[in-house]
């Protein structure tokens, strides 16, 4: 997997754009490894390596990274006309009020 230096259109897939920090390939493609040297290397039509190789141990910190971060928000309720936290107390009143 790579990750994508600065933006770029891929030319050979449709005009394609991929962002600063995508993954290269996008899901579906199978480029040739002519064309992964080509964005890597920086004999491209801009001259600058678009690509970086990313190795499969810092992906999955990377992932890791997202999955911790990532809030889990309390369930909420909405009922006649206003939001009840699923924490709340039954007989309607906020906890911490």
Not at 20 to 43: A, F, Q, V
């Amino acid at each position: 997997m790579y990750r994508v230096l600065h933006k770029f259109r891929d030319l050979q897939d449709k005009n394609y754009i991929y962002n600063e920090g995508d993954i290269y390939p996008r899901k579906g493609l199978n480029p040739g490894t002519e064309r992964i040297e080509e964005l890597e290397s920086g004999k491209n039509r801009r001259n600058i390596s678009l690509i970086e190789y990313i190795p499969e141990d810092i992906e999955d910190e990377e992932t890791a990274e997202v999955s911790e971060s990532t809030e889990i928000k309390p369930k909420t309720t909405k009922r006649k006309g206003r939001v009840k936290n699923a924490e709340s107390n039954t007989d309607g009143d906020m906890q911490g009020d």
